[in-house]
């Protein structure tokens, strides 16, 4: 039930493990604390992440009247999250699914969940151009105000994945609103001198070669990996860094 949704936002990624899902949280905990009602939605069925990054694992979805009930973050009902994890017994346990059964659980994500009224819906898709994707695309192609932002590392690898999804983008004819390079760097917490640990610098060059907006990059932080499991008080952990400064800024271009 997305006729509520005033704007939906995809974040894809070439590759897992780039910090695609730990955007997608960050972001929505940074609209949130801007006072703007959100919905994460994650549709990464067998990595599924979000719960854990939240504190929300062992949560459990309940079906209202009209569909199925988000988990919700806070009390004021301000973050409201839908994830395969909270269906799942524990977070070991895998989706051994084939396409039309993932197909079909990606479609009652989109259709089934009552969201009421939301500024933002932010799916949290798998890593690169799957089943899922297609169909997360072919549903929301008749929404307005659907674009998507695309993660990566710095790596020479990860960036020649991302060609993929800007291709995937264009083709589908979903808008990409930008990309973020993230892990690019490693800034001493004692001194702020950053060191590239990776190559750095590809994300944005490959951002300006395709005429995409380069959206910020991020470095590696390890507050960043510590947030996980903090919930709603992970915003507050990361005060005038430069992560919290990308997001802020991010959030003023949407
Ligand atoms: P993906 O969704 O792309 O698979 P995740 O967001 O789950 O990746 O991130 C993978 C791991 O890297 C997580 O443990 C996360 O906490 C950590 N991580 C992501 N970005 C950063 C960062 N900028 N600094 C430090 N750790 C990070």
Redesign the pocket.
């Known amino acids: 039930m997305l006729e509520q949704v005033k704007r939906i936002i995809l974040v894809l990624?070439g590759k897992?493990?780039?910090?695609?899902?730990?955007?997608s949280t960050q972001l929505a905990l940074t609209l949130r604390e801007k006072g703007y009602k959100i919905g994460l939605l994650d549709v990464?069925l067998c990595?599924p992440?979000v719960p854990y990054?939240l504190n929300l694992e062992g949560q459990n979805i309940h079906q209202g009247n009209d569909g199925w009930i988000p988990v919700y973050l806070d009390n004021e009902q301000k973050l409201g999250v839908m994830s395969i994890g909270f269906l799942l017994n524990s977070r070991n346990d895998a989706v051994v699914w084939r396409g039309p059964k993932k197909t079909s659980m990606i479609k009652q994500f989109l259709e089934d969940v009552c969201w009421q009224e939301l500024d933002f819906l932010i799916i949290?898709t798998p890593?690169g151009t799957s089943d899922e994707h297609i169909t997360v695309m072919e549903n929301l192609r008749q929404i307005p105000h659907c674009s998507a932002i695309i993660?990566t590392t710095p790596q020479q690898v990860a960036i020649e994945d991302v060609r993929k999804e800007i291709t995937f983008c264009r083709k589908t004819g979903i808008p990409i609103m930008g990309i973020i390079e993230?892990?690019s760097g490693y800034e001493c917490p004692v001194c702020s001198e950053c060191t590239n640990i990776f190559s750095s610098g590809g994300g944005k060059s490959l951002a300006e070669i395709s005429k995409i907006p380069f959206l910020g990059s991020?470095?590696?932080?390890?507050r960043?990996?510590k947030?996980?499991g903090r919930g709603v008080a992970a915003i507050k952990e990361l005060p005038d860094s430069k992560?919290s400064q990308v997001f802020n800024e991010l959030v003023t271009q949407l």
């Open positions: 990624s897992g493990g780039v910090g695609k899902s730990t955007v990464d990595g992440s990054l949290d890593p993660v993230n892990m991020l470095p590696i932080d390890p960043v990996g947030l996980a992560t």
